[in-house]
């Protein structure tokens, strides 16, 4: 147990719709990432948040957006919704934005849109 | 990030030690090298990481080579529960805390 947690665990929504993942930290954890992973593109860095503020962007679709709330647990909200979007979406947690040698990863959210 | 060229796939016997080779020709001064692995869909796991000594922790042993052009990630008694995709990541520990995933190498454990 990584002390990252996600959820919901599954998702299954239809084409067209929003959705929002949710992902809290590790206790003490100020950055968080998130990372999609779809068969195709094996796994891809989107975003990370740091003490609240976004830090870096990745191949992140204007489609979805992402923050984090002052406790720090994030959201990663996915609209209009296409089939190419089905995939686990992982968020990962750091001590800090400098230095941080470990990426703690929960364990996913897997989305399916049909 | 400099890219890592790693084999797609590997076998080990239970208890032998695993030997996971990762090239990173390209590597700058101040990138390190990191390893994680990932179970069957699991979200990915730290494993160990190094700049230019080897290093050892309860998981495994990073051994880099003089050059940094290239490492091994050691696993010395491996187990059925290491059976999972390794991943070699190159990167700065400052102003780039992304973590870019190759394709890995998937090490499956023979019983």
């Known amino acids: 147990d990584s002390g990252v947690t996600q959820t919901p665990k599954h998702l299954i929504t239809a084409t067209g719709q929003r959705v929002t993942l949710r992902c809290s930290p590790r206790?003490?954890?100020?950055?968080v990432y998130w990372y999609q992973q779809s068969l195709d593109q094996g796994l891809q860095f989107l975003i990370q948040?740091?003490?609240?503020?976004?830090?870096a962007k990745g191949n992140i679709l204007e489609r979805f957006s992402a923050q984090q709330f002052p406790d720090l647990h994030s959201e990663l909200n996915l609209s209009s919704l296409e089939l190419g979007d089905s995939a686990l979406y992982f968020c990962?947690?750091?001590?800090?934005?400098?230095?941080?040698?470990?990426?703690?990863f929960g364990p996913g959210t897997r989305l399916t849109v049909t | 990030d400099a890219k890592t060229t790693q084999p797609t796939s590997m076998d080990c016997a239970e208890g032998r030690a695993a030997n996971l080779p990762c090239n990173h020709s390209t590597i700058s001064g101040n990138e390190y090298v990191y390893w994680y692995r990932q179970i069957h869909s699991q979200g990915p796991q730290y494993i160990i990481h190094g700049l230019k000594n080897n290093e050892t922790n309860e998981m495994a042993s990073l051994i880099i080579t003089e050059d940094r052009k290239s490492s091994t990630l050691i696993l010395p008694h491996a187990t059925l529960r290491d059976t999972a995709v390794y991943y070699c990541?190159?990167?700065?520990?400052?102003?780039?805390?992304?973590?870019?995933f190759g394709t890995g190498t998937r090490l499956t454990i023979i019983p």
């Open positions: 206790s003490g954890d100020l950055s």
């Open positions: 990541i190159v990167r700065e520990s400052f102003g780039n805390e992304k973590l870019t």
């Open positions: 990962a947690s750091s001590v800090a934005a400098a230095f941080s040698y470990e990426q703690y």
């Open positions: 948040y740091y003490n609240g503020e976004e830090r």
